[in-house]
């Protein structure tokens, strides 16, 4: 079984201010983690993923997120906020092919992210 | 290259009719997935197959059946809309191998009244 807690349903933030997007899973095996960012009225883009290489996970955009299995976090980070970057962000957790349960994508509730001039 | 390509974009449907969404993927992936995404509520996968003539329930299969007669394609139906059914629906597709990401089409927004 597999499980994403997205921890904050909305997030406001200042533009040039840090962003941080906070997700927590759960899963019986060794996960792949996602983060999915969706524009208003728009599909889902790859942001970033973790597959079991390096903890630390740069993505597109200037956003990067660091696996943690001790925390089993996945928390997704930006050094400086654009207005551009205003969005709905969905942390995906996908447990190992094999298992069985790689066949599934289970999405958290979804992060709003407001960025203020 | 397509990639996900979802028809219709938009339709509005009245209660107890019937239609069907069509995937299309040209990446010739194994996996393919139907989602519907509600506010507040992220997306909850509907059904999904792992291959040609294979198809699986997902965490909400109520009120709706899917066919893959064809790897590219993916059709979710709806044989009598309900209200409840108002909602966005997204398709996507994934290789077998490794755990990698999905590709998700532009989405239908679906409308029963």
């Known amino acids: 079984a597999q499980s994403v807690t997205q921890l904050d349903s909305h997030v406001s933030v200042s533009e040039g201010t840090p962003v941080l997007l906070r997700c927590n899973y759960s899963s019986s095996y060794s996960p792949s983690l996602f983060w999915y960012v969706q524009h208003p009225n728009k599909g889902l883009q790859l942001l970033l993923k973790?597959?079991?290489?390096?903890?630390l996970v740069k993505g597109i955009n200037g956003f990067e997120a660091e696996f943690k299995k001790s925390e089993t976090s996945f928390h997704l980070t930006k050094p400086s906020a654009h207005m551009s970057d205003a969005a709905e962000y969905f942390c995906v957790v996908s447990a190992p092919i094999l298992t069985g349960g790689g066949n599934k994508l289970t999405f958290g509730t979804g992060t709003q992210l407001k960025v203020e001039l | 290259n397509a990639g996900v390509t979802q028809t219709p974009k938009f339709r509005v449907l009245k209660t107890g009719q019937s239609m069907t969404l069509l995937c299309a993927q040209d990446?010739?992936?194994?996996?393919m997935y139907w989602y519907r995404q509600d506010p507040g509520m992220g997306l909850r996968l509907i059904h999904y197959s792992v291959g040609e003539g294979t198809t699986a329930k997902g965490e909400v299969p109520d009120g709706y059946n899917v066919s893959r007669l064809k790897k590219q394609n993916f059709l979710l139906g709806l044989e009598s809309a309900a209200p409840s059914q108002t909602s966005v629906y997204f398709c996507?597709?994934?290789?077998?191998?490794?755990?990698?990401?999905?590709?998700f089409g532009q989405g239908t927004r679906l409308t029963v009244v």
């Open positions: 990446m010739n992936h194994e996996y």
């Open positions: 973790y597959t079991s290489a390096a903890t």
């Open positions: 996507a597709s994934r290789y077998l191998q490794g755990n990698t990401e999905a590709f």
